[in-house]
């Protein structure tokens, strides 16, 4: 965030800039971070996404050219993976109809799924809350 200071008196005049680096990534919350991740790849289609100061490439899987993203936040290393319409799941039900649906995973296990612009959390069937890893 930069702020903007004048100062001075009679022909002088001098200007101050004052730029608080922050990492926005340090704020936001899991929650946060994942639904933005889906709006700026599924909904807003954008080539890459970003989280605080660090940008993500978007790119697209081989055989099904769906896109996923590979991104950190809080330490950890996760996958933002655009849901397979093609599957049986109540997920991919919803892709079918149009939805944006993307699935995070961490370390090839999904953690979270974000549709309609709602974040699930999840390991297996039990909900789950986000901890920062250590």
Not at 35 to 47: G, I, T
Not at 60 to 79: C, H, P, V, W, Y
Not at 96 to 119: H, S
């Amino acid at each position: 965030m930069a702020h903007l200071y004048w100062h001075g008196g009679g022909s002088r005049c001098v200007c101050v800039w004052f730029y608080e680096l922050r990492k926005e990534n340090a704020k936001m919350t899991f929650e946060e971070a994942v639904l933005s991740v889906w709006r700026e790849a599924l909904v807003e289609k954008l080539k890459t996404v970003t989280i605080g100061e660090e940008i993500f490439p978007v790119r697209s899987t081989a055989k099904k050219k769906l896109r996923q993203i590979d991104f950190r936040f809080d330490g950890r290393e996760l996958r933002g993976l655009e849901q397979n319409p093609d599957t049986k799941s109540r997920w991919a039900a919803m892709a079918r109809k149009g939805q944006q649906v993307m699935q995070i995973l961490e370390g090839g296990r999904y953690v979270a799924v974000v549709a309609d612009g709602k974040v699930r959390s999840y390991v297996g069937k039990t909900q789950v809350e986000w901890t920062p890893k250590t």
